[in-house]
DNA sequence: GCTCCGAGTGTAATCGATTACAAAATGATG
DNA sequence: CATCATTTTGTAATCGATTACACTCGGAGC
């Protein structure tokens, strides 16, 4: 493995020229520079970048936590990081931690010990207990939920709206006992739904009934679980919303091998906006978050916040809310 | 920031047996290990990675480069592999290239540039000349294809015996007329893959025809033109076998909106294995893959590889073939 | 009491780059 | 041609760890 300095050597210069040939020092000499260049093609040196990082005290990696892949929603949101990483040559590493805390606890090292400069915690991947601890030490954004108080950019859709806009269609369809899976109960992005569907019934004079509200994981056994249990209190179900496309289509098989007690054309909103919502049988009704930019939009801002480590103040914390919009299928 | 110098200072002791307690080194003794270690958590030190990779000349991380990632199938393959690398305490970045052979080249340029060990790749994210320019270099595990002569591992199923099978279920059902769908055609699965089908065919007594054969990206758009361009040669279709389960849920898609003319009842059969099969109505019949565990085997072998440098020898390179079953469902 | 040995610790070189500062080369000017 | 300013290049410190080697110290053996 050849290294700066036998390419000095043999270019006759010193490390430090080659090393300006390297950063393209416009100081060089145009002569001096095309010879220390042709020796770096001969001797086809590559510059160790475990060197560089030490010396600049950084490695240009960033990382993205996913609590897990098994979702297009999360895999889109990674496509949109990764292009804002490579648009801004950094490095980024794409880690799910499937609900295991110890596994998070690996990425965070990653940033104690230097190898990551900054880190984007996507959906309900980080609590908020952890997120304070590490906030004021770390550069950190939150993609798709939004803590107030916290000292980090968040980058999500404005849910409330969303929610509001879901149930506000299915009442337009004349449904009234509508019911709403939804995702982790902690999260913000759930709570944030919720409020919209409470304004849209409160509006439509519908009663709000909690017991219409149930949490379920992107499992089968959840989602089926999760449905059932409101449809065995004995509440009638005329539509659906439900937190992601996974659930929905979980529930349209449900529904197709009876283990769910609905009828086939149930009126039915997800969230989320991937390939799923248009290959399932019906196809599903969804809001469409605008997953890629998410992802893109983060790791950008995140960027951001690391190259303008001068202006240090934290004037540019806050929300950063993209737009939603419904696409009407087949439920 | 604290140094292993402001440690060492601060514990009355050299960096060098500030460094040995890091390292669990067996000699310090216990009474100064326990001074350290309680000055290390008083200053919350954590050691700097980016040094001590230098120092190491190793950066305990790995590449694995996938062709995409908005399906299941390689989100699947990634969670093994990440699993694997925790497992070892390596590093694992995983990265997408969506066709764009630019994007490649960070990866690889990770491995010349010291900041990765070796590398992964997936299905046809590397084509067969670059492989060979790389193979002596570096070292590489190939997951789901196997070049034969190529000095790196392969970690796949028998995509031969795979294509056989399917090919030989759709024939028990009474089909005749079966067309395959498959995927990139330079890749070595896809030709496996044929050769299985038209054994079966063979032994079956039924023509080959290469015409019912025709590839398709895991688009709807390409599947949809693939299949009817099979069915505007006037050749007649009773039974389908795809590359992915993504180009079947798509086929399904087709069918239903009456863009692609073949009956709703149609012997399909897929390969992959992903949840996506499940939620389709009808359900796929598919060849499932271990995918998780290819994921965790070729990372697993790639890290043996590293560790094990000193038994330079290639006697460990060759094909590692896991095994795959089939699931029938309603197609 | 002296030598020798091993356990425990410290000193300093090293990994491969960057960069502040010093020094040399170049060229312009009178 | 001497002087000085400007380019261009080189020297050496530095980033923060690891580790070969040297050293100290106490006790065992004679």
């Given amino acids: ?26 100081v060089v000499k145009p002569a001096t520079k095309n010879k220390v260049l042709r020796v770096i093609k001969e001797m086809n040196y590559k510059p160790n970048m475990l060197a560089k990082n030490l010396r600049k005290q950084a490695s240009r990696t960033i ?25 801004n040559a950094y ?4 880690g799910t931690i499937e609900s295991k805390r110890w596994i998070l606890d690996t990425y965070i090292n990653m940033l ?5 400069e900054g880190i984007v915690f996507v959906s309900s991947s980080v609590n908020k207990e952890l997120l ?13 939920e939004y803590y107030p108080g916290i000292n980090a950019t968040c980058v999500a859709i404005d849910n409330k709206r969303a929610g509001y806009e879901a149930t506000k269609e299915l009442i337009r369809r004349g449904c009234s006992h509508i019911a709403y899976i939804t995702g982790n109960r902690e999260s913000s992005s759930v709570t944030a739904r919720i409020e919209g569907y409470k304004e849209a019934l409160k509006e439509a004079g519908i009663p709000y009934r909690p017991d219409r509200i149930a ?10 679980e999760a449905v059932n249990g409101i449809i ?23 529904i197709k091998e009876k283990s769910i007690a609905l009828p086939e054309r149930v009126g039915m909103i997800s969230f989320d ?45 806050g929300l950063v809310l993209l737009p939603h919009h419904m696409v009407i299928r087949e439920t």
């Fill in 1 to 26: 493995m050849s290294s700066i300095k036998e390419v000095a050597k043999q270019a006759n210069v010193s490390v430090a020229t080659v090393s300006r040939v390297l950063n393209n020092d416009p």
């Fill in 63 to 87: 990382v993205m936590v996913l609590p897990s892949m098994s979702n297009p929603y999360f895999s889109e949101i990674a496509r949109g990081a990764q292009a804002a990483a490579y648009d």
């Fill in 91 to 94: 490095n980024i590493i794409i």
């Fill in 112 to 116: 104690k010990t230097n190898l990551a």
């Fill in 132 to 144: 304070e601890e590490l906030m004021d030490e770390y550069k950190i954004v939150l993609c798709t």
């Fill in 215 to 224: 949490g379920a994981k992107n499992r089968f056994d959840h989602v089926k």
């Fill in 232 to 254: 065995g209190q004995g509440l009638p179900i005329d539509g659906i919303i439900t937190h992601s496309d996974l659930q929905a289509s979980y529930i349209l098989k449900g």
């Fill in 273 to 317: 906006g991937t390939f799923l919502a248009e290959i399932t049988n019906p196809t599903i009704t969804t809001i469409v978050q605008p997953l890629y930019d998410l992802g893109y939009t983060s790791v950008h801002k995140l960027i951001l916040k690391l190259v303008n480590e001068s202006a240090e103040a934290g004037e540019e914390e």
